[in-house]
């Protein structure tokens, strides 16, 4: 089991920044990989970023690539997602997820662990 709480949303103007936490606790947070979704209003839930266990590897959604950051704290058991240069089009809720292996995906089917999510909203 993989207990998952995010924290750091809010309101931002469009340009801003904000950092989200996912803070993990239960299974070996230092060996699974780890992902950020986000699901706006009326919209299927879609993939930002992904790191692997070891933060060596990570994977970003084209739509956020060069605005947005993954990485994580093995010390800490805790997930971040530094984002920059935001748009209106960026609100959404955002989830981090857990896979139960160190192997990255994209997919929202091979993550099997979710946080309740944290709202984002972009003002232009």
């Known amino acids: 089991q993989v207990q998952l709480v995010e924290s750091g949303g809010g309101l931002v103007q469009a340009g801003g920044s904000l950092r989200l936490s996912c803070a993990a606790s239960?299974?070996?947070?230092?060996?699974?990989?780890m992902g950020w979704f986000r699901q706006a209003p009326g919209k299927e839930r879609e993939f930002v970023a992904a790191?692997?266990?070891?933060?060596?590897?990570?994977y970003y959604a084209d739509s956020v690539l060069g605005r947005f950051t993954v990485s994580r704290d093995n010390a800490k058991n805790t997930l971040y997602l530094q984002m920059s240069s935001l748009k209106p089009e960026d609100t959404a809720v955002y989830y981090c997820?857990?896979?139960?292996?160190?192997?990255?995906?994209?997919?929202?089917?091979?993550?099997?662990?979710w946080g309740q999510g944290t709202q984002v909203t972009v003002s232009s």
């Open positions: 790191i692997s266990w070891s933060g060596g590897s990570t």
């Open positions: 997820a857990a896979d139960t292996t160190p192997v990255v995906h994209t997919t929202t089917s091979a993550y099997d662990y």
């Open positions: 239960g299974r070996t947070f230092s060996r699974i990989a």
